[in-house]
């Protein structure tokens, strides 16, 4: 074992003193704060901008319906016609024009009011528009009809349904969408850490094998302490890279706020915009606390490490027999695309049949495959698997690492020192047999 521990130390220093390594490292947090604060930079100026709307209103019926907002003017025209209007506010360069005229019934109005303006307006402005006037617009119905639209307002009851599983646990709405947050972002981070430093294996594999080194190293090192010292160096490698990633985004985030006075994260989207203008923030956080509170922390932690290092040593060794068996990077599509497949139907699987039966037949058969379990069954913890089957898909997924390293290192050790000659699965399967 003192071999395995050598070509370990040996593949993470090659890999984290590599030039393109640390820059990498250092350059990737630098981008990723600087889109995102950019792209905060400018949200921030568009919705410092007043939209100024002029009202021509010759109906009469809402000439006190529209609420003056920080973003949101609204400026009521009177005693001029319709064109005058409109020239009126695109000299003044307003955000546009809204036209209500004036009709026999409410019907007709309905189906008359007109929007101008330069371009294509915001659908958050025309549905904030839009839910003003039909407001007004059913309760003068309601009127027309005899009924008291402020009494049915008064009757009307919001259903809110307790959630409560047959233990009596309480859970929630916003609890389930926690969970679903916290599992997809434990699938996609293994998803993506796959692909990056799997690539990362099988590309130097690759280089030292094109190098002609790996003639001299396996002259006095076994295929398999190979493999594996460069699955574990190269991981150890990743695991250094993203950590520095986590702190290096973290402090430069805070050193934004704190100079700029933006903050990259905070992003407005329409459903921000409805939730401040609600009101409830504090509520919100506070159920949002709450519910994290409630979550199994230790359960998902420990389990999410497992099944992240073992999905990851997993598909590793596949990069890495890949490597061995070509001679370039180019003649590794062939193979790549069933090793792939499988991760990417752990990802649909996981987000089209977790998140509507987390328990169904389906993401249970998912999260026992052990090609699929990393993710499928790190998106199912979060809602409560027992504890008896996720340990039995550990095993599983474990057992199956070490017939895949197996496997891969039988190719790893004739692929190695095979040179000029594209591999087919044939060829593969006779190598199996050496």
């Known amino acids: 074992m003192n071999h395995l521990s050598l070509i370990i130390k040996r593949e993470y220093l090659n890999k984290v003193r590599n030039k ?29 901008k007043v939209k100024l709307i002029s009202v021509l209103d010759e109906s009469g019926l809402f000439t006190d319906q529209f609420t003056n907002t920080p973003s949101l003017q609204f400026k009521l025209l009177s005693n001029v016609s319709l064109e005058e209007a409109k020239n009126t506010s695109e000299e003044n360069s307003d955000y546009g024009l809204l036209y209500i005229p004036k009709t026999a019934t409410i019907d007709d109005l309905s189906k008359s009011i007109t929007f101008y303006s330069e371009d294509s307006p915001s659908l958050i402005v025309m549905d904030d528009i839009e839910d003003a006037i039909e407001e007004k617009t059913n309760t003068l119905k309601l009127r027309e009809a005899g009924i008291d639209a402020q009494t049915i307002k008064e009757l009307r009851i919001r259903i809110d349904a307790n959630l409560e599983t047959f233990q009596g646990e309480e859970t929630s709405k916003l609890g389930s969408g ?14 993506m850490f796959i692909i990056i430093y799997g690539n990362m294996i099988m590309r130097s594999v690759i280089e030292e094998k094109t190098s002609r080194i790996i003639e ?17 160096g190269t991981t150890l490698a990743g695991i250094t890279q993203f950590l520095a990633w986590v702190i290096l985004i ?24 409805m939730i401040e203008s609600g009101g409830g923030v504090e509520s919100i956080a506070q159920d949002v606390i709450l519910e994290i509170a409630n979550l199994p922390i ?13 999905g990851y040593l997993l598909y590793a060794s596949l990069y890495a027999a890949i490597g061995a068996a070509v001679d370039s990077e180019t003649d590794t599509q062939q193979f790549m695309l069933p090793i792939l497949m499988p991760l990417i139907l752990a990802v649909y699987v996981g987000f089209f049949t977790v998140i509507e039966n987390p328990h169904g037949t389906v993401s249970q058969v998912f999260s026992y495959i052990p090609f699929t379990s990393p993710v499928v069954m790190l998106m199912r913890i979060p809602f409560g698997v027992p504890v008896w089957q996720q340990i039995v898909s550990v095993v ?29 699965y044939k060829e593969l399967i006779k190598w199996l047999k050496y």
């Open 20 to 48: 393109s390594f640390i820059i990498m490292t250092f350059l990737s947090p630098l981008i990723m704060v600087g889109i995102f604060t950019l792209v905060a930079y400018l949200s921030q100026l568009n919705n410092d």
């Open 178 to 191: 926690l969970k679903l947050a916290f599992g997809g972002a434990a699938g996609y981070l293994l998803f």
């Open 298 to 310: 230790a359960n998902l932690v420990i389990m999410f490490i497992l099944f992240f290092i073992g």
């Open 216 to 232: 001299v190293i396996i002259s006095s090192v076994k295929p398999i302490k190979l493999l594996l010292g460069k699955i574990f």
């Open 396 to 424: 599983i997924l474990f057992a199956t690492f070490i017939g895949t390293v197996w496997f891969a290192a039988k190719i790893y050790r004739v692929g190695i020192l095979m040179y000029g000659k594209k591999p087919s």
């Open 250 to 273: 973290g402090v430069l985030s805070a050193v934004v706020t704190s100079i700029l006075g933006i903050d990259p994260s905070a992003v407005p989207s329409p459903q921000q915009e």
